[in-house]
């Protein structure tokens, strides 16, 4: 069945559990697909609700999502590629203040156009990758790159070996079970072993005002620093570091496994402020002329405050 909002059924939250939302806005992706964002009164995640189920999710992996989000246009761009190797080099980087790479056993889930996997291999790590696109996994497998087609539940079926190092870019934010993601990938490690995800920065997008624009119906899950670390946290991940990517457009969190915490005992954000500020920043997009012209002059210079902002954290992190 076609996914609409109609008949989508809302979903526990995908931080917490909570049934207790409250609705932030209806939306039309950049690809034309209609999405539906709230917000969570408990944990306060930004997430489509409702939203495709696991069986939908499969749906439209298979039909439609690489034909709308494959970048085959882009990947032509110089500028694509040079945000998709920073985006790499970021993480390796923030995983390498832990563990020098060298010699070290890589696994990237949903490791794609493989920039992450050749950087790390540059690096020195002995590397793998999990790519559920035929056609991704078919290419990286051709340029002779230990690869597995398939997903990671799929992957773990394998029976796979253990790894000193796995990473996740920008995958995060697609599952349906989060919490069951990262507990599938931290099994994935040998004992001391590191697991790095990096997700978009909701927190980014509506202080800089990409907010709702940045919605689409594959991103179920809004993160901020606080959600990301939370989401770790409860998935009995300590969190050893967190910093920002694309000048603070994404959040990474680099961990080793842990206790698991109880949500009360982890600082969030309130969910009424997050809300306030998400609907100002929904405003500011969708006012009319001539407020929207001047809503993009402030908005440009908002951007550079957020990058300045998001750099001096990164520099006392560096410091620090
Ligand atoms: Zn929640």
């Given at each position: 069945?076609?996914?609409?909002?109609?008949?989508l059924?809302?979903?526990?939250?995908?931080?917490?559990?909570?049934?207790?939302?409250?609705?932030?806005?209806?939306?039309?992706?950049r690809?034309?697909?209609?999405?539906?964002?709230s917000?969570?009164?408990?944990?306060g995640?930004?997430?489509?609700?409702?939203?495709?189920?696991?069986?939908?999710?499969?749906q439209?992996?298979?039909?439609?999502?690489?034909?709308?989000y494959?970048?085959?246009?882009?990947?032509?761009?110089?500028?694509?590629?040079?945000?998709?190797?920073?985006i790499?080099?970021?993480?390796l980087?923030?995983?390498?203040?832990?563990?020098?790479?060298?010699?070290?056993?890589?696994?990237?889930?949903?490791?794609?156009?493989?920039f992450?996997?050749?950087?790390?291999?540059?690096?020195?790590?002995?590397?793998?990758?999990v790519?559920?696109?035929?056609?991704?996994?078919?290419?990286l497998?051709?340029k002779?790159?230990?690869?597995?087609?398939?997903t990671?539940?799929?992957?773990?079926?394998?029976?796979?070996?253990l790894?000193?190092?796995?990473?996740?870019?920008?995958v995060?934010?697609?599952s349906?079970?989060?919490?069951?993601?990262?507990?599938?990938a931290s099994?994935?490690l040998?004992?001391?072993?590191l697991?790095?995800?990096?997700?978009?920065?909701?927190e980014w997008?509506?202080?800089?005002?990409?907010?709702?624009?940045?919605?689409?119906?594959?991103?179920?899950?809004?993160?901020?620093?606080?959600t990301l670390?939370?989401?770790?946290?409860?998935?009995?991940?300590?969190?050893?570091?967190?910093?920002?990517?694309?000048?603070?457009g994404?959040?990474?969190?680099?961990?080793?496994p842990?206790?698991v915490?109880?949500?009360?005992?982890?600082?969030?954000?309130d969910?009424?402020?997050v809300?306030?500020e998400?609907?100002r920043?929904?405003?500011?997009?969708?006012s009319?002329?001539?407020?929207?012209?001047?809503?993009?002059?402030?908005r440009a210079?908002?951007?550079e405050?957020?990058?300045l902002?998001?750099?001096?954290?990164?520099?006392?992190?560096r410091?620090?």
């Open positions: 069945m076609e996914s609409t909002k109609e008949n059924i809302p979903s526990p939250c995908l931080l917490c559990d909570s049934n207790d939302f409250t609705h932030l806005i209806d939306w039309v992706d690809h034309h697909l209609p999405v539906s964002l917000i969570c009164n408990t944990c995640l930004r997430q489509l609700n409702p939203r495709m189920n696991s069986k939908e999710l499969d439209f992996y298979s039909s439609k999502y690489y034909s709308l494959s970048m085959d246009n882009k990947s032509k761009s110089d500028k694509w590629v040079k945000r998709k190797q920073g790499a080099k970021g993480i980087d923030a995983v390498e203040k832990h563990r020098s790479l060298k010699g070290l056993r890589l696994l990237d889930i949903g490791c794609g156009h493989g992450l996997i050749n950087e790390a291999r540059q690096r020195g790590a002995i590397v793998a990758g790519e559920p696109s035929v056609k991704h996994a078919k290419r497998l051709d002779g790159f230990d690869v597995h087609t398939g990671l539940e799929q992957f773990i079926n394998t029976k796979p070996g790894y000193d190092i796995v990473v996740s870019s920008h995060l934010e697609h349906d079970k989060p919490c069951q993601f990262l507990q599938c099994n994935l040998t004992h001391g072993g697991l790095c995800a990096e997700v978009p920065n909701a997008q509506t202080t800089y005002g990409s907010h709702p624009v940045s919605i689409h119906t594959a991103h179920l899950a809004y993160h901020t620093e606080r670390k939370a989401l770790f946290e409860t998935s009995g991940l300590e969190v050893l570091s967190v910093s920002f990517g694309l000048n603070g994404s959040v990474r969190a680099v961990s080793q842990g206790p915490k109880a949500l009360a005992d982890i600082e969030l954000d969910p009424l402020d809300t306030r998400t609907i920043a929904f405003k500011r997009h969708t009319p002329w001539p407020f929207n012209k001047l809503h993009y002059a402030v210079a908002r951007k405050i957020v990058k902002r998001f750099k001096h954290a990164l520099k006392t992190e410091d620090g």
